[in-house]
């Protein structure tokens, strides 16, 4: 399987915990983006990277969440003093800045359970 | 701040049915992509837009990109129980700036 794979597929955690995710992307693939869903509502951009390079990122990324891509290659997300706000899937997709239209995919999510 | 407004919200609907979703907002686009997702997995992408007027069909999916690119429709026809799920209209904002703006979707229920 060639597509974005996302580890763990489901976290519960109690609050006050760190929790750290982990996406890999589509290999050929330059651009990393983190976003955030909760129920009934759209996904909502977190941040992303142009190869090692994180270029934008939302305000809705507090100070307890950092994300990195050491290597341009996979990524992670780290949320300190998890709260339970913060329970929420969240979505990682991949692009190619070359391409005719920078399209994103999507990989299957992380669940997060904040107790 | 961008927008995009999905409507209607939920749609429950009869096998065979046809349908329609719009995707709304003020704002200029660069491009537009529809995923269907469903529970507990990530959005699968079915089409990506980018040029005004642009339709573009995927078997009995129809996909249309507002001339202005500030909106677009999906129209679904004899619908299937295959077709349940939530459906995302996704805006892009151009190559520099690379987030999605994500409408809140429509789910979609196509009962046999």
């Known amino acids: 399987d060639t597509g974005v794979s996302q580890n763990p597929r489901h976290k519960i955690t109690k609050r006050g915990q760190n929790v750290t995710f982990r996406c890999d992307p589509i290999?050929?693939?330059?651009?990393l983006y983190w976003y955030r869903q909760t129920l009934g509502q759209g996904p909502e951009f977190l941040t992303y990277f142009q190869n090692e390079a994180q270029l934008e990122k939302s305000r809705l990324l507090s100070d307890r969440f950092s994300a990195e891509r050491p290597k341009g290659s996979f990524s992670t997300l780290e949320i300190q003093r998890t709260e339970q706000g913060d329970s929420a899937m969240y979505l990682c997709a991949s692009s190619n800045s070359g391409g005719l239209t920078d399209t994103q995919y999507f990989g299957p999510g992380t669940r997060l359970t904040v107790l | 701040t961008q927008l995009l407004e999905q409507s209607p919200q939920f749609l429950s609907i009869q096998e065979g049915e046809n349908l329609t979703v719009y995707c709304n907002s003020s704002?200029?686009?660069?491009?537009l992509q529809w995923y269907r997702q469903e529970p507990g997995e990530g959005p699968v992408l079915l089409v990506t837009v980018v040029t005004g007027g642009e339709v573009k069909k995927l078997k009995r999916l129809t996909f249309q990109f507002g001339d202005a690119r500030k909106d677009s429709s999906l129209h679904i026809t004899a619908a299937q129980p295959g077709d349940t799920g939530l459906y995302l209209c996704?805006?892009?904002?151009?190559?520099?700036?690379?987030?999605?703006?994500f409408g809140k979707g429509t789910k979609l229920s196509v009962k046999p």
């Open positions: 290999s050929e693939h330059n651009r």
């Open positions: 996704a805006g892009g904002r151009g190559r520099s700036q690379g987030n999605l703006i």
């Open positions: 704002s200029v686009f660069s491009s």
